[in-house]
Each structure stands twice: as C-alpha cells, then as structure tokens.
C-alpha cells in the first residue's frame, strides 16, 4: 500500500462556472484556472499522483499546454487513474476536504463523489469527501479562493509484477 497527499487553491472570479468534482455548482464566482479550475479533483490527481510516485499534476498537465486550456478535469483524472493502472496500482480510496465559506457544498457531495467513484472505478463509499469553512478568516473566508486537500490510498495489483 501506498499513500499519497494533494492539495490545490484557485482564485474565485466573476464570468466562471464553479465546478467541483465534475459538478457545475450554481454560484455567482468560478475559478480561475487554465482547466475548468475543479481544485477537489486537482487535489485528487495530485494525491494520486504522489501515491504512485509520478510527481505532480503540473508535470503532467501542464498550463503552459493549449491541450489542457478549459479542460473538463474530471478527463485529467481518469488519465491520472490510467497512469497509476499502467504503473500496476489501483485505488483503495479518497479522502478530501473542500475549504471554501461559501457556497454551501452539503446537497452537491454525493454527486462529486458518484463521478470521482465512477472515474476511479471505485464505489462511492470510497471518496469520502467534507466541506468546510474557514470561519471568515485568510483567503478562503474572505471568499477570495477555494482549496482541497486529499489523501489517497493505492495498492499494487496483485497480478502486476
């Protein structure tokens, strides 16, 4: 077995769609991303990523690609989840929390978990995923931006050398 962490923190800004864990989340501010800026699933990839020993989310999907400009990032996860299948692991489960003061995320989790689960081939008992706030302090509490943490547990297939 194998863990990994993940963290990811994006701008919240007018004239974008909020999405988080392939959820588009009605709220007057999106985030500011090359990608759709879905920072659940960034932390997810992330976490992933590190659990398996194949670096980060930048390194593969880069910013600076015009392949990746408004990607829908749940596409990002399930090639995420392809190159930790090719490397002989697959996963055990998330764990995740969403720091943001608002929007209110409680009635749209079990959606973020159903598409995280159906990407990771996981049930959604698996993806765990909280919210929380920051009681109105620092850049989350301000409303200034959205972040996630994530922890990942993976194991090495048993049919893989």
Do not use: W
């Amino acid at each position: 077995m194998r863990i990994g962490i993940g963290y990811d923190v994006h701008e919240l800004v007018f004239d974008r769609k909020l999405v988080l864990g392939g959820v588009t989340i009605p709220f007057e501010k999106g985030l500011l991303a090359h990608s759709d800026g879905d920072v659940l699933v960034h932390s997810i990839c992330d976490a992933l990523l590190g659990a398996a020993g194949l670096g980060d989310i930048g390194e593969h999907f880069p910013d600076s690609a015009l392949t990746y400009k408004n990607i829908y990032s749940m596409e990002l996860l399930s090639r995420t989840k392809d190159m930790i299948t090719a490397k002989g692991y697959y996963v055990v489960n998330v764990d995740s929390v969403i720091i943001a003061q608002a929007p209110k995320l409680a009635a749209y989790r079990q959606s973020m978990q159903n598409n995280i689960a159906h990407v990771l081939h996981i049930p959604p008992s698996d993806v765990n995923i909280k919210a929380t706030t920051t009681e109105g302090l620092g850049i989350f509490g301000r409303g200034e931006a959205i972040g996630a943490k994530t922890v990942a547990l993976i194991e090495k297939n048993s049919n893989v050398a």
